[in-house]
């Protein structure tokens, strides 16, 4: 293997390889994966001279560590963290050169979730359909990462030794205290009673410590059925709002199920689905109805 490659030292709770996704194939039953907090990824890709789509590493919670065979140049983004070279610390949110042999440590996220990680040249791995995400649902792409991997990097971007510095990146303000996640009713809102729809509407959810890379799942009130029983399994798209039987919406992310056969009660907006990724555990949630 190329000694333009980076090994895992640390892993972290979660650590995947991402990308933009793998769009065009839900007809064959593969969702859209992707990086959870795409805006991010685009950051820290132009950041380090990488096109905007170019595989980067999402960690989830404390981060993880990694040391590079060859001097590489590397930016991390996202959820805001503490981040060390041989212990130094470096710079969170701007590109910062990393020598040969020397660890990179990204550690726990002091707010969000989820961090990214740009190499020069980006994470080379083989693409499947496409795109190097990976794809816990169907079980596409790297597999997460442990200790040992040995992750390729692509070509050198040519930033040299150069930290680039003229790339736009105004400051991230971080995941908001309150989500508010702009919603549009449909297509199933009538298996559901005017009451629960005010519900929707007025009411607040809270994060679910059980919300994973699938789905963003909300404790709160229950949404009533006007209609009992399940529809037709049918198809779902990245940001559906399903409802199964204990009546609290699930938002689906980026490695949803491509069918289901729950209600959706409406499909939440895909430019606010990046904060709903970067929520922790016990966010206030609310849905705003747009048409």
Known sequence: MTDRAVIVVRAGALTTVQDLGRTGYAHLGVPRSGALDPSAVRLVNRLVGNPEAAAVLETTVNGC??????????????????VRVDGRPAAWGTAVRVPAGSV????????????????????????????RS????????????????????GPD???????????????????????????????????????????????????????????????GPVLERALHGE?????????????????????????????????????VREADLGAAAQAVPGTPVRFTPVR
Do not use: K
């Open 231 to 267: 529809p037709a399994s049918e198809g779902m798209v990245l940001g559906a709002v399903q409802v199964p039987p204990d009546g609290r919406p699930v938002v689906f992310l980026a490695d949803h199920p491509t069918t289901g056969g729950y209600p959706v009660v409406g499909v």
């Open 65 to 82: 560590a990694v040391r590079p065979r060859r001097a590489v140049t590397v930016a991390v983004g996202g959820a805001p963290c503490p």
């Open 104 to 131: 990179l440590e990204i550690g726990a996220a002091t707010r969000g979730l989820r961090a990214y990680v740009a190499f020069g040249g980006g994470v080379g791995v083989e693409p499947v359909l496409g795109s």
């Open 157 to 219: 971007t040519g930033t040299g030794t150069a930290v680039r510095g003229s790339v736009d990146a105004p400051p991230w303000p971080g995941p908001p205290d309150e989500l508010v996640l702009r919603v549009r009713l449909g297509p199933r809102e009538d298996w559901f009673t005017a009451a629960a729809l005010r519900t929707l509407a007025t009411r607040a959810y809270r994060v679910s410590p059980a919300s994973n890379r699938i789905g963003l799942r909300l404790e």
């Open 134 to 153: 990976t794809d816990l649902l169907s079980g596409l792409g790297p597999a997460p990462l442990a200790e040992g991997t040995v992750l390729p990097l």
